[in-house]
């Protein structure tokens, strides 16, 4: 949960198969408050790391003096992106769930109220967020990011604010690529691309080499319908505009704080875009031949064995395809790139104007270097107005696309919404984070 993660938002996209199931098994009563019962949207994530939560969450001893009778029946689970947000508006007489966690959020359901009056959503404030995490000595709250609290916040008709729904996973999204063949081709001493720049010479010495078949090697492979480009295309947008001015567009204000249509003038939307067409413009000849026609788990797959040396896509990218690696086992080794700063940003330096020198910059922000230090090792910077061109590669560097919406939700009126609660605290705990991690192969 304390892995750094940027400001910068998307909903996940993945693949799972299963048959929707509503209510509780095994012989549980899901009236009974000792009885959790539990649903998971089973997208790229999986479910797994669930199962080993609920296995960890009773074997604490405060959790079984708390409940000494606690039953958690396997948990439901299908691939419907609406599936929880329904079930809970459907209210207590047809949903018997206690806790449903979801890959898209409920927000804009967060105020609805059965004839009663009643929520639906029971509100996690207090009782939550507010609350000391079990064994340790901070709230739920101050172990979170700050950015990513306050993106939980809902602003009440009152004025208050209220916490409704719990992320459970602060993904992130980027450019998979493969070690073992950028070695192959490129050689073991080959310096990743710094800049979107030398991210097209990369792919364009790629094309140049030949596999074992005598196959041109393909730099890209994606699938088309499901435009994992957009969230690189976002994440240079937001390089180049700087986070404040990137949040301006989507708070409908220019950089005075002024409402005003010129926000779609931002010059950063088109650098992001012309930065994507001369990576993967039709002509660039950078992609697989098949980009428009697979499935995006058939994409993983050829990505997988080699068909490509580079892809978009998530953190769940390895616990998604556990299944096809353990059909077809791999020698590859694949990791994510630093994201490479668009190059067009030296529009907006004073000092530095040649994607060479701005490289130079972003190893010496690789490095940790403070200013005065790198603007020895990068001389261009000493010059007026350097500190803040290296504060501004600072943070374009470190710009992430974060993927958000997964968030658990507590029906106002569940049996067991009180053992729900402490299962969210409980998620808060490192012995929870470590696992879950461990469980998705290092998602965060």
């Given at each position: 949960m304390k892995k750094h993660l940027g400001r910068l938002c998307a909903i996940a996209c993945a693949l799972a198969l299963c048959v929707p199931v509503a209510g509780c098994g095994n012989g549980a009563d899901p009236n009974s408050?000792?009885?959790?019962?539990?649903?998971?949207?089973?997208?790229?994530?999986?479910?797994?790391?669930?199962?080993?939560?609920?296995?960890?969450?009773?074997?604490q001893d405060w959790v079984k003096e708390k409940y000494p009778d606690l039953v958690i029946p396997a948990p439901k689970n299908n691939s419907e992106r609406n599936y929880p947000e329904n079930r809970i508006l459907a209210g207590a007489t047809a949903n018997t769930f206690d806790l449903l966690f979801s890959c898209q959020s409920a927000s804009t359901s967060y105020g609805r109220t059965d004839s009663s009056g009643r929520p639906y959503f029971e509100d996690l404030t207090v009782s939550v967020?507010?609350?000391?995490?079990?064994?340790?000595?901070?709230?739920?709250?101050?172990?979170?990011?700050?950015?990513?609290?306050?993106?939980?916040?809902?602003?009440?008709?009152?004025?208050?604010?209220?916490?409704?729904?719990?992320?459970?996973?602060?993904?992130?999204?980027?450019?998979?690529?493969?070690?073992?063949?950028?070695?192959?081709?490129?050689?073991?001493?080959?310096?990743?691309?710094?800049?979107?720049?030398?991210?097209?010479?990369?792919?364009?010495?790629?094309?140049?080499k030949r596999d074992d078949a005598g196959n041109t090697v393909v730099p890209f492979i994606s699938a088309s319908k499901e435009q994992y480009w957009n969230q690189m295309f976002v994440t240079w947008w937001a390089q180049y505009e700087g986070l404040d001015n990137y949040d301006n567009f989507w708070n409908g204000v220019n950089e005075n704080g002024e409402r005003t249509p010129q926000i779609f003038a931002q010059t950063g939307r088109l650098r992001a875009l012309e930065t994507l067409q001369s990576l993967i413009g039709y002509d660039t000849g950078n992609n697989h031949p098949e980009i428009n026609t697979l499935e995006f788990t058939q994409a993983q797959a050829k990505f997988l064995i080699g068909e490509a040396v580079m892809m978009p896509n998530g953190d769940w990218f390895e616990c998604e395809m556990r299944a096809t690696q353990a059909e077809n086992p791999y020698d590859y080794e694949i990791g994510f790139m630093k994201m490479p700063v668009?190059?067009?940003?030296?529009?907006?330096?004073?000092?530095?104007?040649?994607?060479?020198?701005?490289?130079?910059?972003?190893?010496?922000?690789?490095?940790?270097?403070?200013?005065?230090?790198?603007?020895?090792?990068?001389?261009?910077?000493?010059?007026?107005?350097?500190?803040?061109?290296?504060?501004?590669?600072?943070?374009?560097?470190?710009?992430?696309?974060?993927?958000?919406?997964?968030?658990?939700?507590?029906?106002?009126?569940?049996?067991?919404?009180?053992?729900?609660?402490?299962?969210?605290?409980?998620?808060?705990?490192?012995?929870?984070?470590?696992?879950?991690?461990?469980?998705?192969?290092?998602?965060?």
């Open positions: 408050s000792n009885t959790l019962d539990i649903f998971i949207g089973n997208f790229g994530y999986g479910y797994e790391w669930l199962e080993d939560q609920i296995e960890l969450f009773k074997q967020y507010q609350s000391t995490v079990p064994g340790e000595d901070v709230t739920v709250a101050e172990k979170m990011l700050d950015d990513v609290y306050a993106q939980q916040a809902v602003e009440k008709s009152d004025g208050g604010t209220a916490y409704y729904g719990m992320p459970w996973i602060n993904g992130y999204m980027g450019i998979l690529y493969n070690k073992t063949l950028v070695e192959k081709y490129l050689g073991a001493s080959y310096v990743m691309p710094r800049t979107t720049t030398e991210l097209s010479g990369m792919a364009a010495v790629l094309k140049t668009i190059s067009s940003i030296v529009e907006k330096l004073t000092t530095i104007k040649d994607d060479g020198t701005l490289a130079d910059a972003v190893d010496a922000v690789d490095a940790g270097m403070p200013y005065e230090e790198a603007k020895t090792a990068v001389p261009a910077l000493s010059g007026e107005g350097g500190a803040a061109d290296y504060e501004k590669i600072t943070e374009a560097r470190r710009v992430m696309y974060r993927v958000d919406g997964h968030e658990a939700y507590i029906p106002s009126y569940a049996a067991g919404k009180e053992v729900a609660k402490d299962f969210l605290r409980f998620l808060a705990t490192d012995i929870s984070v470590n696992a879950f991690m461990k469980s998705t192969y290092g998602a965060g």
